[in-house]
């Protein structure tokens, strides 16, 4: 009862107003209820997600810079977990007339050749161009550190989530011109004018330690089945296979040969096991620049997906961000859904 009525008084108050005092209310003892009201109130009443094509269009940015210095994690590398978390805040910033900028560095700057902020890396900051000419008043800190506006693994089951978040990251996640030329580089010799199904296959991490509320892959021999299937009913001529592990790669060449396409990249596997390592973003190659070149390759990799044709695929983070990205443009896509760890 008491519930209900504390989640009725917050839901009252005007949504400008709300915004604008969230920060504060995440921290009283009311956090719990703070959440859940402002998400219910984002996916039900928000203009940026019921009209977000227009609503980017038309929106009006005061001259106020929030300055994103933290987020839930210290961030080492600039994965697919860093770019949800920026994304979600950006949320806020957006909706509060805020342009965000994403000022974090790496937590080890051992495996980078410079001293550059993880975003910078590899993206231009937020409404950079609107940035170098607005005359900026203020720079503020970003009170939030974590959004309740969460792109969730089941969002890709949504269509209108999926069109959303694929509007946010258009918006607002544009990669460096460097990187850029490099995917489509990538993507030109690969896969240009050729029909293809991409599959996205996590190993490694994902099923030695079983990360709590992430999806179960699907064996390899349900995912052959099924591409098989897609390949005859839509004649489909290639696949291509995103993986860290080569031993996954392998099998693709063994069930499909002279059809199955990957990018460059360095697989993790054998150093993952020999290590005995708990997380796949803890192996390194003897290289100069090293966690940065890890993210170019898999980054290009998740961005040839995201072009494909058909999609048939095991749900983790790389693949939900291709599907974003793609933005319900696929001609077939098919998403096992085996439960989550």
């Given amino acids: 009862m008491l519930s209900s009525l504390i989640k009725c008084v917050l839901g009252a108050i005007p949504y400008n107003s709300f915004l604008k005092i969230y920060p504060k209310l995440c921290k009283t003892k009311l956090v719990d209820f703070v ?4 998400s219910d109130r984002f996916f039900n009443s928000s203009d940026l997600f019921l009209d977000t094509k227009n609503y980017l269009i038309n929106k009006k940015y005061c001259n106020k810079v929030c300055l994103i210095k933290s987020g839930v994690w210290e961030y080492q590398l600039a994965n ?16 509060k007339g805020y342009i ?41 800190i970003c009170p939030i550190k974590k959004s309740p506006i969460r792109a969730k693994f089941s969002d890709v089951k949504d269509s209108k989530k999926i069109e959303f978040w694929h509007s946010m990251l258009n918006e607002f996640v544009v990669y460096d011109d460097k990187v ?73 060449h063994e069930e499909f040969p002279n059809k199955v396409i990957e990018n460059k990249r360095h697989y993790f596997n054998e150093k993952f096991d020999e290590n005995n390592l708990e997380r796949v973003s803890q192996v390194h190659f003897n290289r100069e620049n090293d966690d940065y070149l890890k993210m170019l390759e898999y980054m290009s990799s998740i961005n040839i997906v995201s072009k494909c044709d058909y999609l048939v695929t095991g749900l983790s983070g790389g693949s939900e961000m291709a599907i974003y990205r793609n933005g319900n443009r696929y001609k077939y896509s098919y998403i096992f859904d085996k439960g989550v760890y």
């Avoid at 959440?35 to 402002?38: A, I, K, S, T, W």
């Avoid at 010799?189 to 179960?216: F, Q």
């Avoid at 995912?223 to 390949?231: G, S």
Wanted: hydrophobic share 35%; proline share 4%.
């Fill in 180 to 252: 850029q030329e490099y995917f489509d580089k990538e993507y030109n010799n690969l896969i240009l004018d050729k029909s293809v199904v991409a599959c996205v296959l996590r190993s490694t991490d994902y099923k030695k330690t079983k990360p709590k509320g992430h999806p179960i892959q699907p064996s390899i021999e349900e995912v052959f089945e099924k591409i098989h299937n897609v390949m005859d009913e839509f004649n489909v001529e290639y696949i291509y296979i995103a993986t860290e592990d080569k031993l996954i790669a392998d099998r693709f």
């Fill in 80 to 95: 697919f977990c860093f770019l949800k978390d920026m994304l979600e805040i950006f949320v806020w910033c957006v909706e």
């Fill in 100 to 140: 965000p900028v994403v000022d974090i560095y790496p937590r080890n700057s051992d495996y980078y050749s410079d001293n550059t902020r993880l975003w910078d890396m590899f993206f231009k900051q937020p409404k950079e161009d609107m940035f170098n000419t607005m005359n900026i008043s203020k720079k503020v």
């Fill in 35 to 38: 959440n859940e009201v402002y």
